[in-house]
């Protein structure tokens, strides 16, 4: 084949990517009734209709100009819907619906940007002429991606609406699986690659670049992610009383916000229940359990052992017993269902080791998939890393001591999003993501 026809092959791939992104988008907003669109699920974000017309507004300001020299045809909208929040300092937002556009001014927006986007790049691709100083194929990599981590975060805001403000859908029962006991399984000194070779076709966000080989003593991983069974016991124990468990600032911060459970727990009944996306159930005692990187670690000071760093669990994930490394803890075949509990086939958590398939080389489960992992690691760039011209502040801005790298994959991450080298970070107070935790012991 040749080398531009296939270039054309990849646009045309990149192009389809992008619309199954927008469905997937799309139908996110449709699970919600019309009158929630102005609701603030989580007090420290922005309110829905933000997102309505950010994820356009981020595509138009990514290609407009740099690739495809369009005229802008809203600059107001195109400023209104540029950035969310962040919500690290805890100073909360004040705005109130009517100060936001109506409805239909947003989908006459999100409508027309589409159309202007998908004409030049359509044009573009044809012509095989760029207008600007980044490749195309690079910035619709960036608009998927980000597109497809908003599919992930709006599930995770759309969890804390009340269930009556959602369509509701009838839940399939999953397969009863196998109990598992708890284990920990030795990882030997070894090395491990972090990051993504410049040299990699594969896209990468800034702060996956560049690769290096980092050296990790030996230790122990718990073989499956801490469930929820596992979280009542340091609940009982008085857990969330124990002052020496909490570090000051996690401590402070549990007390300020009167936190004394996970925030998808809920008491009825004088029983614990839990909150799925569209239901309510007895506390499943067998699925991760997903908390706050405060709440993990002080799990894991109860045990006795700690969260593992990024290089640990990335050792445990992708390192083989004879030295080498794989592209998925599987092996290198590309992520398939039997994997794991990822890419949108469903809402909510399976059992911890319902996948034995998806096994790492030394037999540590659910490592992509079912849950982010929280480790202790503060999110910081890697040697050689240079901020995105056309997005300086993706990572960069979160360079500031105060996040935490997160890696693995939830129930709501798209495949493309469980490349090894893929890093997500949040700030440890943060109690809505779809995240969880194993533990190490450190020799
Ligand atoms: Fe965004």
């Not at 008085?238 to 468990?245: A, I």
């Not at 030394?362 to 240079?386: C, H, I, K």
């Amino acid at each position: 084949m040749l080398a531009a026809q296939k270039d054309v092959e990849v646009r045309h791939e990149l192009l389809e990517r992008l619309a199954e992104a927008r469905s997937q988008t799309d139908a996110l907003f449709a699970l919600l009734r019309p009158d929630s669109l102005y609701e603030r699920p989580i007090r420290e974000r922005h309110r829905i209709i933000f997102y309505v017309g950010h994820l356009e507004a981020f595509d138009w300001n990514l290609f407009h100009q740099r690739a495809l020299a369009l005229k802008p045809f809203h600059a107001e909208f195109d400023q209104l819907f540029a950035f969310g929040i962040d919500p690290v300092g805890g100073g909360l937002p004040a705005d109130q619906p009517k100060d936001w556009p109506a409805q239909m001014e947003v989908r006459n927006y999100v409508n027309r940007v589409r159309q202007a986007l998908d004409a030049g790049l359509e044009a573009a691709l044809q012509s095989g002429a760029e207008h600007g100083e980044f490749p195309v194929d690079l910035l619709l990599e960036v608009a998927i991606e980000h597109r497809l981590m908003h599919a992930e975060t709006l599930a995770y805001m759309f969890h804390q609406l009340a269930l009556e403000q959602k369509v509701q859908y009838a839940r399939i029962p999953e397969a009863v699986v196998p109990a598992v006991t708890p284990a920990m399984i030795e990882i030997p000194a070894g090395t491990v690659t972090l990051g993504l070779p410049h040299t990699d076709r594969t896209f990468g966000w800034d702060n996956e670049y560049e690769a290096h080989v980092a050296s990790v003593p030996a230790f122990s991983i718990d073989r499956y992610m801490v469930s929820n069974g596992q979280y009542l016991d340091f609940m009982v124990a008085d857990g969330y009383v124990n002052r020496d468990l909490w570090s000051e600032a996690d401590w402070t911060w549990k007390t300020e916000h009167g936190i004394t459970h996970p925030i998808f727990w809920k008491p009825r009944d004088h029983r614990w229940h839990y909150r799925t996306m569209f239901d309510e159930l007895p506390l499943p005692l067998d699925w991760p359990v997903y908390v706050s990187h405060a709440e993990a670690s002080a799990y894991a000071r109860w045990a006795g052992k700690a969260l593992p760093t990024e290089a640990q669990w990335q050792r445990a994930a992708f390192a083989t017993p004879d030295g080498g490394e794989r592209l998925y803890p599987w092996g290198n075949e590309a992520p398939r269902p039997e994997h794991g509990n990822f890419d949108f086939e469903r809402w909510d958590p399976t059992p911890v080791g319902a996948f034995p398939q998806g096994e790492s080389a030394f037999g540590v489960s659910d490592l992509l998939g079912n849950g982010w992992e929280w480790t202790s690691t503060l999110f910081a760039p890697f040697a050689g890393f240079e901020r995105f011209a056309f997005y300086p502040g993706y990572s960069a801005d979160f360079f500031d001591g105060k996040h935490y790298v997160m890696k693995g994959g939830s129930p709501r991450t798209a495949a493309c999003m469980l490349r090894r080298s893929f890093r997500n970070w949040f700030q440890p107070h943060y109690q809505y993501v779809y995240a969880g935790f194993r533990c190490v012991t450190n020799r």
